[in-house]
């Protein structure tokens, strides 16, 4: 999908808008290319031309897409529920000039929490984070991270007398589709 099916996307979906105020806020080419050196990956097209082109930006409408229906456990508690059929998607993380909403201050709280394969790029509205796979299987993936089941490496060791393996840090990522694109063609959009 090239940048201009993705807008085309957007204008089918009622167009996007800032996150706050009236401009978005696109990343410099500097602050992409540390994030990709820091990765030691590209980023996928077309997310890095919307970083460029956009920034933080959000839906004008209640943007949701699905969720997978399966049953997880609270790793506090070992309590069971099943995960809701949709999940929403509240704005997307972009340069440095507006930090708040920055891709670089989503990477600076986030990126010790999650797998060391994906990225927080998005942020549901209540905590959880939409996330991109920039290596390893997990690359150009998109993930929802579960705040609710956040695992800790240090209770962990605690508790198992060992570090934490690789894919214990996904108990609490699940997978929401194969591509970036195939995530802006699932998105519906409710209207305010």
Partial sequence: MIIEEVEKKFDELGGIKP???????????DE?????????ERLSEPYRTLLTKYGNWSFNGIASFP??????????TG????LSEAATLSYMYGGNEDYL???????DTYTERMPE?????????????????VKGQEKGMMFFWDHENEWDEEDYLEEEGEPMPEEFKFRNVY?????????????????L
Avoid: H, W
């Avoid at 996150?19 to 080419?29: D, H, I, K, L, Q």
């Avoid at 969720?67 to 506090?76: A, L, Q, R």
């Avoid at 909403?101 to 990477?107: D, I, K, P």
């Fill in 101 to 107: 909403y920055s891709l670089e201050r989503s990477l």
């Fill in 175 to 191: 997978l929401i589709a194969s591509s970036f694109e195939e995530f802006l063609n699932q998105i519906k959009i409710e209207e």
């Fill in 79 to 82: 309590e069971q529920y099943k």
């Fill in 117 to 133: 394969t994906l990225i927080p790029i998005g942020d549901d509205g209540g905590g959880n984070k939409i996330c991109l796979g």
């Fill in 32 to 40: 992409i290319q540390s994030l990709e050196t820091e990765k030691g």
């Fill in 19 to 29: 996150v706050r105020g009236a401009e978005f806020y696109p990343c410099s080419e």
């Fill in 67 to 76: 969720y997978s229906d399966v049953t997880v456990m609270e790793i506090k």
